[in-house]
């Protein structure tokens, strides 16, 4: 069965640099959510969309900014990267937002140097 | 504040062995409770999901349990193995006022399983 889809696995960025994450859910999914986990972490929510729109916001800095568009993959934007900035950032997709079930991706590992 | 906390937080135990980890929760309003596996540097995979009428709920060696009055949680492994080895998370759920599930994860309890 396919899987949520995360691009890249890895990703080495400087600081100040700049970083996009992508993220395709499982087929027929309209919802997409981020999360952020730091070493021996527990994942932080970070944004989530429902039919393109955003439809909830966690702890996102404002250096970051993620969109979903009309295949419903989506995209999250990082600025001004910190040292802090990495971790293994998760996308996981679910039917929709009342969804009991969310699908998580493999994740994208960034480290900031 | 919502908080899901979980015990212990690491174990390690011997292959065959049995083991029961704990979740503590003051998540509101409560809509479902999950238990995830966790891989090193991989994604969480769900185990089991509870809603509030649910006490008990199985997936293969796993049994998780719920008492919503408690706001408690344990999931039990039954007959380990090697490849139970991982990051198991408590992840309570709460709808907020549009609809949606906001999950609030727990701290999780890292296993380790010995041969």
């Known amino acids: 069965a396919a899987g949520v889809i995360q691009s890249p696995r890895h990703l080495i960025k400087e600081k100040r640099e700049t970083a996009t994450l992508k993220c395709y859910p499982i087929p027929r999914h309209d919802t997409v959510y981020w999360y952020q986990q730091g070493p021996g972490q527990d994942p932080q929510f970070l944004i989530s969309f429902y039919e393109k729109m955003q439809s909830d916001k966690g702890s996102i800095p404002d250096r970051f900014s993620a969109q979903q568009f009309s295949d419903y993959h989506s995209e999250l934007n990082m600025s001004s990267l910190e040292l802090g900035d990495s971790a293994l950032y998760f996308c996981a997709s679910s039917t929709d937002p009342s969804s009991y079930e969310q699908y998580f991706g493999p994740g994208t590992r960034l480290t900031v140097t | 504040k919502n908080?899901?906390?979980?015990?212990?937080q690491s174990l390690i135990i011997l292959e065959?062995?049995?083991?029961?980890?704990?979740?503590?929760?003051?998540?509101?309003?409560?809509?479902?409770?999950?238990?995830?596996?966790?891989?090193?540097?991989?994604?969480?995979?769900?185990?089991?999901?509870?809603?509030?009428?649910?006490?008990?709920?199985?997936?293969?060696?796993?049994?998780?349990?719920?008492?919503?009055?408690?706001?408690?949680?344990?999931?039990?492994?039954?007959?380990?193995?090697?490849?139970?080895?991982?990051?198991?998370?408590?992840?309570?759920?709460?709808?907020?006022?549009?609809?949606?599930?906001?999950?609030?994860?727990?701290?999780?309890?890292?296993l380790l399983v010995s041969p």
Not at chain 2, 3 to 8: A, L, M, T, Y
Not at chain 2, 91 to 99: I, L, M
């Open chain 2, 3 to 8: 908080q899901v906390e979980q015990s212990p």
């Open chain 2, 16 to 110: 065959g062995k049995n083991c029961t980890l704990q979740c503590n929760y003051t998540v509101s309003p409560f809509s479902n409770l999950r238990w995830y596996k966790q891989d090193t540097g991989r994604g969480p995979v769900s185990l089991t999901i509870m809603t509030f009428s649910e006490n008990t709920k199985s997936n293969g060696r796993y049994t998780a349990t719920l008492d919503a009055d408690t706001k408690q949680s344990s999931l039990h492994i039954t007959a380990s193995q090697l490849s139970d080895s991982a990051s198991y998370i408590c992840v309570v759920s709460a709808t907020v006022n549009t609809g949606f599930q906001k999950l609030v994860f727990g701290t999780g309890t890292r």
